[in-house]
């Protein structure tokens, strides 16, 4: 569909949104609340209408294509029925459609996001600093060469999880999700002097090692294995409402704006069984390292630059390409400080979930071009349980 006039369309569609509908690409992000209460239609009916619909015009548009060929939203009349209707949440979390669960008269706030400061008290020294700049700059050229060479040309190996198979971006799915305890977690960080998320990657990385190595029959996997960290490039302290992103000079730009981080995972050694939070070290170097150079904000400007120039389906295939030569994607969302309700329904979990991705999709059972997701997420399991053992050993060998 193409408008006549520019005018009758609302804001443009945000980057992200308009790489992942194209004809290179078709990926979604799904949403599901689970509420801890059944859903009162008395209550949810006039919420979606009044407050939900109302609040941010997108959720009552449909995608449509300028004059000038960009992607806009349009605005359509929405009609709900009493008795069918599926609530529709966008994957960016807004406050606005919260409350607190305990006093539902105050508004949900979202944890503030500080950039990390440098607080090794050597940055003065010119003799330390000068080396720093150079291994910066070093690292972010070989990087970037090496994030193109990913995207472009290079191939990760053949493997359980990566098993080459055409289309498989279309074929069904199966789902797991994982629970694991935040003082274990929290245990195993401070042991290793990490993040929360460096943690569940390294269980993550872990786990995927052990499953492939499972796969190949107990023989060691040396394949080479890519894992895409999808980041958010848009740094923020705190939520800003649409009307406020989209202002001259907004603190925090519009839109979604991202970019991917090839990260390498680690091979099995022999003594990763006995000494499993080595492993998981090593996977918070590699994406520590990567993520002090500039490559992230270059391979995000080059997706840019390729849009300006080429267009946004060109920079979409370079998005495929990119996806279509790793072996696997990781993203997080971040979550709200307090329990949340919706409408007066208090939320007991949120899911989200990519679908579309032109990696390997994930079954139930063993067939070809599959990952078995049962098996997978057994590993992963497997692989937090032996870090959690291996950090406490760590901690007794220190008193």
């Given at each position: 569909?193409?408008?006549?006039?520019?005018?009758?369309?609302?804001?443009?569609?945000?980057?992200?949104?308009?790489?992942?509908?194209?004809?290179?690409?078709?990926?979604?992000?799904?949403?599901?609340?689970?509420?801890?209460?059944?859903?009162?239609d008395s209550k949810t009916i006039p919420f979606l209408v009044?407050?939900?619909?109302?609040?941010?015009?997108?959720?009552?548009?449909?995608?449509?294509?300028?004059?000038?060929?960009?992607?806009?939203?349009?605005?359509?009349?929405?009609?709900?029925?009493?008795?069918v209707y599926v609530p529709i949440f966008q994957a960016e979390?807004?406050?606005?459609?919260?409350?607190?669960?305990?006093?539902?008269?105050?508004?949900?706030?979202?944890?503030?996001?500080?950039?990390?400061?440098?607080?090794?008290?050597?940055?003065?020294?010119?003799?330390?600093?000068?080396?720093?700049?150079?291994?910066?700059?070093?690292?972010?050229?070989?990087?970037?060469?090496?994030?193109?060479?990913?995207?472009?040309?290079?191939?990760?190996?053949?493997?359980?999880?990566?098993?080459?198979?055409?289309?498989?971006?279309?074929?069904?799915?199966?789902?797991?999700?994982?629970?694991?305890?935040?003082?274990?977690?929290?245990?195993?960080?401070?042991?290793?002097?990490?993040?929360?998320?460096?943690?569940?990657?390294?269980?993550?990385?872990?786990?995927?090692?052990?499953?492939?190595?499972?796969?190949?029959?107990?023989?060691?996997?040396?394949?080479?294995?890519?894992?895409?960290?999808?980041?958010?490039?848009?740094?923020?302290?705190?939520?800003?409402?649409?009307?406020?992103?989209?202002?001259?000079?907004?603190?925090?730009?519009?839109?979604?704006?991202?970019?991917?981080?090839?990260?390498?995972?680690?091979?099995?050694?022999?003594?990763?069984?006995?000494?499993?939070?080595?492993?998981?070290?090593?996977?918070?170097?590699?994406?520590?390292?990567?993520?002090?150079?500039?490559?992230?904000?270059?391979?995000?400007?080059?997706?840019?630059?390729?849009?300006?120039?080429?267009?946004?389906?060109?920079?979409?295939?370079?998005?495929?390409?990119?996806?279509?030569?790793?072996?696997?994607?990781?993203?997080?969302?971040?979550?709200?400080?307090?329990?949340?309700?919706?409408?007066?329904?208090?939320?007991?979990?949120?899911?989200?979930?990519?679908?579309?991705?032109?990696?390997?999709?994930?079954?139930?059972?063993?067939?070809?071009?599959?990952?078995?997701?049962?098996?997978?997420?057994?590993?992963?399991?497997?692989?937090?349980?032996?870090?959690?053992?291996?950090?406490?050993g760590e901690i007794q060998q220190m008193k």
């Amino acid at each position: 569909m193409v408008l006549e006039k520019e005018e009758d369309a609302l804001e443009p569609v945000s980057p992200t949104g308009q790489y992942f509908n194209s004809s290179a690409l078709n990926v979604s992000v799904l949403g599901v609340l689970e509420t801890e209460v059944p859903i009162d239609d008395s209550k949810t009916i006039p919420f979606l209408v009044d407050v939900f619909l109302p609040i941010n015009p997108r959720f009552s548009s449909i995608m449509v294509i300028d004059e000038n060929g960009e992607k806009r939203w349009k605005k359509v009349e929405v009609k709900l029925k009493d008795h069918v209707y599926v609530p529709i949440f966008q994957a960016e979390m807004s406050p606005q459609f919260y409350d607190k669960a305990d006093n539902p008269s105050l508004p949900l706030t979202l944890p503030s996001v500080q950039p990390r400061v440098d607080t090794s008290g050597d940055h003065g020294t010119i003799l330390k600093t000068v080396p720093k700049i150079f291994s910066l700059l070093f690292y972010t050229v070989s990087d970037f060469l090496g994030s193109l060479m990913k995207s472009s040309l290079v191939e990760d190996d053949l493997s359980p999880i990566r098993p080459g198979d055409i289309g498989i971006e279309f074929r069904p799915v199966a789902l797991a999700s994982m629970t694991f305890s935040l003082g274990q977690i929290k245990q195993i960080k401070a042991t290793l002097g990490v993040t929360i998320n460096d943690v569940i990657t390294g269980a993550i990385f872990l786990g995927t090692r052990l499953y492939m190595q499972e796969m190949s029959k107990g023989s060691s996997d040396h394949s080479n294995c890519t894992a895409l960290v999808l980041l958010n490039t848009r740094m923020f302290r705190s939520y800003q409402s649409i009307k406020e992103m989209v202002k001259p000079k907004a603190e925090s730009p519009w839109g979604n704006h991202f970019a991917f981080l090839h990260v390498q995972l680690p091979e099995l050694v022999a003594s990763t069984e006995l000494y499993p939070i080595e492993f998981v070290r090593k996977s918070q170097q590699i994406i520590k390292r990567k993520r002090s150079s500039w490559v992230v904000h270059l391979t995000a400007a080059f997706v840019e630059i390729v849009k300006k120039l080429k267009g946004h389906e060109v920079a979409a295939q370079c998005i495929h390409k990119t996806l279509l030569n790793a072996s696997m994607l990781i993203t997080n969302m971040i979550g709200p400080v307090e329990n949340m309700s919706l409408a007066n329904h208090p939320i007991k979990d949120m899911y989200f979930v990519l679908a579309g991705n032109p990696q390997v999709g994930v079954t139930v059972g063993a067939e070809k071009g599959f990952i078995d997701v049962q098996k997978l997420k057994s590993c992963i399991e497997e692989a937090f349980q032996m870090m959690l053992k291996s950090a406490a050993g760590e901690i007794q060998q220190m008193k």
